[in-house]
């Protein structure tokens, strides 16, 4: 079987389960509360749900879109494309997390613990789809060797 | 002297003598670069880059300033301040520089934090460096990574293609993102635009409706719920009016071509040193105004001429905007600097509501000092004349927020 | 002397101008980035020169006000010498400018900057024959790695101005 045939179905599935994240966001956001379930957490507010619920849904369209005809490069491009919106949402969400561990709520710095427990699950779909999202750098890295 | 088609002529004998054009595949970047144009692909990309701007740029603000420097201004800075400073809420000096107090169940009472302390050496001290430097140092670093990636050009592109499906044209984008971190060096970059018509029309709209990264890093910091609202209106101000002054004004707004680069990765080097320029260029300009802005509005207070002016403009404030008669003293303090003004309202108690449209008012009633001596530089006498127009337009954007709110029955 | 940096928007003129005389323009990855022109000075053979960093402009016939910045520096200069910046990917506009500016009489030197860029797009620019063509220096440079700025500065005293006509003829023979 053919790479490309294998990265068509990987991020067709992907693209699939990315755009139901994308439209649960939306869902939890019109809903009003946040929504959590094992590891991961779908957050609610106009802000991370709702507009960022919108850009993990495009990222699933791009995922989609851009599966036929894999191998010919505008068509990669948008499965770059979708990659690279999850690495926004998913940067932000990690950036926030690093920016809300270090200041204590009294003190100046935050109790170890209470530093350690900020980066413990639940996560945002984001952050889960982030190391599946990654596998798009082999492809390219994959496609300048050739 | 040759013609220019002489000339042309020239060139294409030269280049077929020197140039070799060899085949070129479209890379990756390109193929990249080209979904960022495109309104189906670009508008999904547009709305996740302004979304990792706004999170970053929130998230930091709010690490350095509720994090860290809140703490040091209201736990040590402020009383040190109180104790040490000669005199008591009972001396004017003290009142200019420290704390103007505040009056609780008829008793003048100390304040607890440098919102509310008004004083040259507080709130002062507190707006530029406490509250809007760490803003205003994020969203350099972030417009200038965009600015040198390349996609800049790109957004103003793609915003000019959904405007002009809107019938929108001739929008100066480029000096508009630009006015969202400093509205000086935007007004300046009018410059790009072809005829009069249009710069004029651009340096007025930019100073009225575009807020600056000082005033989004104070929202940030005091309204962090509403401010979406503020925004929304000043962008509806900015094409309504555009819109507007479009058929108003003589002359032509012919259509604005701009060269899209190459994306490129940007160096640390040139970052560092633009993020500095600009930076440091802040400092210069925002810190003497604030000061100059806290004293003038301390004075007035003082001498009682800021009851007086709230007492005159009292009808029209609450009558007509619908907002409390204390926010004439911000509304003064706007005159020098917007993010003085907005820190200014936010210790004065009101209804959400009241805070929008006043925020709203004091972002559009006049540009800032620095930004209007810019455009009388650049712009020229004609500015003065259209001011009163402009004047005119304020209330009417500011009476129409109002009865948005009466209709919606939050007023 | 006097050294003024002309050429279109976004070619690199102010990266250009930053090296050569370590100053700290902004430059940036859009055109209009420069609206004003600056001054600066570089040391050559142990004298002081003035270069002078303007906005870009696509022509002498200024279409905006930056334009106008632009050529009227120009004109106010007369015994400058010219440093054309020109995207070497995109040749053929550049040059239609180092022409004007040419027959206006000024002594000329080309940098063909942006060589990576045009190396990337392969195109291949014969940098010898043109020399030959327009009787004047054209060096390739990178400007933001800094490569080829040393021979620009080394060639500028060859720069001089060049009867149009001559170069008419180089091309035809
Ligand atoms: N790849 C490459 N990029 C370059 C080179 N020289 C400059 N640049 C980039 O080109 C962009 C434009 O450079 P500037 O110096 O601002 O251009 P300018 O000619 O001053 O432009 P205006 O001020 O708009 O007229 C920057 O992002 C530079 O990093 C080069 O030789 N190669
Ligand atoms: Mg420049």
Redesign the interface.
């Known amino acids: 079987m053919n790479k490309y045939t294998i990265g068509k179905i990987y991020f067709g599935v992907l693209g699939i389960v990315t755009l139901a994240f994308g439209v649960a966001e939306l869902v939890v956001t019109a809903g009003g509360d946040s929504f959590s379930w094992s590891i991961l957490e779908i957050p609610n507010g106009i802000f991370r749900g709702g507009w960022g619920g919108v850009i993990i849904l495009s990222a699933g369209s791009f995922y989609l879109s851009g599966i036929k005809n894999l191998s010919e490069i505008h068509q990669f491009s948008k499965i770059v494309m979708g990659s690279i919106l999850i690495w926004i949402v998913a940067g932000c969400d990690i950036f926030a997390m690093i920016t809300e561990s270090i200041p204590g709520e009294e003190g100046w710095f935050n109790s170890l613990e209470g530093f350690l427990e900020t980066y413990a699950p639940p996560y945002p779909p984001a952050i889960i789809l982030l190391p599946f999202s990654l596998i798009v750098i082999y492809y390219i890295y994959k496609r300048k060797v050739a | 002297?040759?013609s220019i088609d002489e000339?042309?002529d020239?060139?294409?004998?030269?280049?077929k003598?020197?140039?070799?054009?060899?085949?070129?595949k479209?890379?990756?970047k390109d193929?990249?670069g080209?979904?960022t144009v495109k309104p189906l692909?670009g508008i999904?990309?547009a709305?996740?880059?302004l979304?990792?701007f706004?999170?970053?740029f929130s998230?930091?603000a709010?690490?350095c300033t509720?994090?860290?420097l809140v703490?040091i201004f209201d736990g040590y800075w402020l009383p040190w301040l109180q104790n040490i400073f000669p005199g008591g809420l009972h001396n004017w000096l003290y009142n200019l520089m420290v704390d103007a107090g505040h009056i609780e169940n008829g008793v003048l009472v100390p304040s607890d934090n440098c919102f509310e302390a008004f004083g040259v050496l507080t709130s002062g001290l507190f707006v530029p460096f406490g509250v809007v430097l760490p803003a205003v140092f994020i969203f350099y670093l972030m417009m200038?990574l965009l600015?040198?990636?390349?996609y800049?050009?790109r957004l103003?592109v793609l915003i000019d293609t959904v405007l002009h499906k809107i019938g929108l044209h001739g929008y100066a984008i480029?000096p508009t993102i630009l006015g969202f971190g400093c509205n000086v060096p935007a007004v300046?970059?009018t410059?790009?635009?072809?005829t009069k018509k249009q710069?004029f029309m651009m340096m007025t709209l930019l100073g009225i409706f575009i807020p600056c990264g000082a005033q989004l890093g104070i929202m940030e910091e005091v309204i962090p719920d509403t401010m979406?609202f503020v925004i929304l209106y000043l962008l509806f101000g900015y094409f309504v009016f555009g819109f507007i002054l479009n058929k108003i004004i003589p002359g032509k707004s012919p259509e604005i071509l701009?060269?899209i680069?190459?994306y490129?990765r940007p160096?640390i080097h040139?970052v560092r040193?633009?993020v500095w320029?600009r930076v440091s260029g802040f400092l210069k300009v925002a810190v003497p105004f604030v000061i100059l802005g806290c004293l003038i509005v301390g004075v007035m207070y003082i001498t009682g001429f800021m009851d007086w002016l709230a007492n005159a403009l009292s009808p029209l404030l609450t009558n007509w905007f619908g907002v409390p008669k204390e926010t004439v003293g911000p509304l003064v303090a706007a005159f020098m600097r917007k993010d003085l003004a907005v820190a200014q309202l936010s210790a004065i108690e009101m209804t959400k509501y009241q805070m929008i449209t006043s925020v709203v008012l004091v972002s559009i009633y006049f540009p800032c000092l620095a930004t209007f001596i810019m455009i009388l530089k650049e712009g020229g006498k004609e500015l003065l004349g259209s001011l009163a127009a402009l004047v005119a337009s304020v209330f009417i954007f500011g009476g129409l927020i109002h009865l948005i709110w009466i209709l919606l029955g939050v007023a | 002397m006097k050294i003024l940096l002309m050429g279109h928007p976004n070619v690199g003129k102010s990266v250009f101008f930053n090296r050569l005389t370590g100053s700290n323009v902004i430059e940036s990855n859009y055109p209009g980035t420069t609206v004003d022109y600056t001054k600066g000075y570089m040391v050559l053979e142990n004298r002081d020169i003035e270069v002078i960093d303007v906005p870009g402009t696509f022509s002498l016939e200024p279409k905006d006000k930056a334009e106008e910045v632009a050529v009227k520096m120009l004109e106010e200069e007369k015994d400058a010498i010219v440093v054309c910046v020109i995207d070497a990917s995109k040749i053929e506009r550049g040059l239609y400018l180092t022409l004007e500016i040419i027959e206006k009489g000024y002594p000329v030197i080309i940098a063909l900057n942006m060589w990576d860029v045009a190396k990337d797009k392969n195109i291949e620019i014969d940098v010898k024959n043109l020399e030959k063509i327009l009787e004047v220096p054209v060096i390739p440079t990178v400007a933001i790695s800094g490569e080829g700025i040393k021979e620009v500065v080394s060639r500028i005293k060859e720069a001089k101005p060049v009867k149009i006509k001559n170069i008419i003829k180089n091309v035809g023979g």
């Not at chain 2, 020239?10 to 280049?15: A, E, T």
């Not at chain 2, 600015?147 to 390349?150: A, N």
């Not at chain 2, 410059?191 to 072809?194: A, N, T, Y």
């Open positions: 002297m040759l000339r042309w020239l060139i294409d004998k030269i280049s003598k020197t140039v070799k054009f060899g085949k070129y479209h890379t990756l193929a990249v080209e979904l692909t999904p990309v709305v996740a880059v979304y990792g706004w999170s970053v998230s930091f709010g690490f509720d994090g860290f703490k200038t600015e040198d990636i390349g800049l050009p103003a480029v300046t970059a410059r790009i635009l072809e710069r979406g701009i060269d680069p190459p490129q160096t040139n040193k633009k320029i």
